[in-house]
């Protein structure tokens, strides 16, 4: 009895969706979702252990000011192991890091566990990626940050994490951000300071200052419905979708 009321009363799995500018692979290549239209042909899968093919949108939707938050995963050559941190740190700062924006609550496949919402996953998980060159391994999953401009996102640099053991003894104990213009569609305008990262505040052009706060930044995502049983990648990611 306790079962059937907590069937009937349960709410609906969180619908879930990602930025404009998220890459998907399609039947005719490499689309930004926003680009994605109804009987587009994405990459997907139904089981981990499954060949991905090609299967057809069913619809696309929209989500208004939802939180998002940065997932940074290092492309683990297949050659290659991780034996400490130092691994970790030594390929991110070597072009083996990569990155995706996503809602906290979106899952991914987890090895070894399955489906793992994103905000849960920790240094050195293995996620589940569509590549025989590399495997990915979680760096870091962290939320994208408010700042007091609407449309100016602050993204957590690496170096906090990489120089994490020296802060307060050889650099100064201090956070540092990379700082994002966003159009009114949540697309990327420009990367402030030529893409350095800085400390907040940082001063703009005409004097203002851009100060991070403790609020996740939230962004208009778009989501893609597939045939039942159907979870499509992100680039290389393969990621849960939602329920139709």
Avoid at 21 to 46: S, Y
Avoid at 161 to 190: C, P, S
């Amino acid at each position: 009895m306790t079962n059937f009321f907590q069937k009937l009363f349960s709410l609906p799995p969180e619908r879930t969706g990602f930025p404009v500018n998220t890459r998907i692979p399609t039947e005719q290549g490499i689309k930004r979702i926003d680009e994605i239209k109804v009987g587009d042909r994405v990459l997907c899968k139904q089981r981990v252990e499954d060949k991905p093919s090609y299967q057809p949108v069913k619809k696309i939707y929209q989500l208004q000011e939802k939180p998002v938050w940065g997932l940074s995963y290092i492309r683990l050559p297949t050659d290659k192991i991780i034996d400490s941190l130092f691994d970790i740190k030594m390929l991110s700062m070597h072009g083996h890091l990569s990155t995706a924006a996503v809602m906290p609550t979106q899952e991914v496949w987890l090895k070894g566990s399955g489906w793992t919402p994103m905000q849960e996953l920790g240094l050195n998980d293995e996620i589940d990626a569509n590549s025989d060159e590399f495997s990915a391994v979680i760096f870091s999953t962290l939320p994208i940050r408010q700042t007091n401009f609407s449309n100016i996102s602050a993204n957590e640099s690496i170096r906090n994490i990489v120089d994490a053991d020296q802060r307060g003894e050889t650099i100064d104990d201090v956070d540092y951000f990379h700082f994002r213009l966003h159009d009114k569609r949540g697309d990327l305008v420009a990367r402030l300071n030529d893409g350095n990262d800085d400390p907040s505040p940082v001063e703009l052009e005409d004097g203002q200052k851009v100060v991070v706060s403790d609020k996740v930044f939230t962004q208009t995502l778009y989501g893609l419905e597939l045939p039942k049983g159907y979870h499509h990648y992100i680039w290389k990611l393969w990621v849960k979708s939602s329920p139709t």
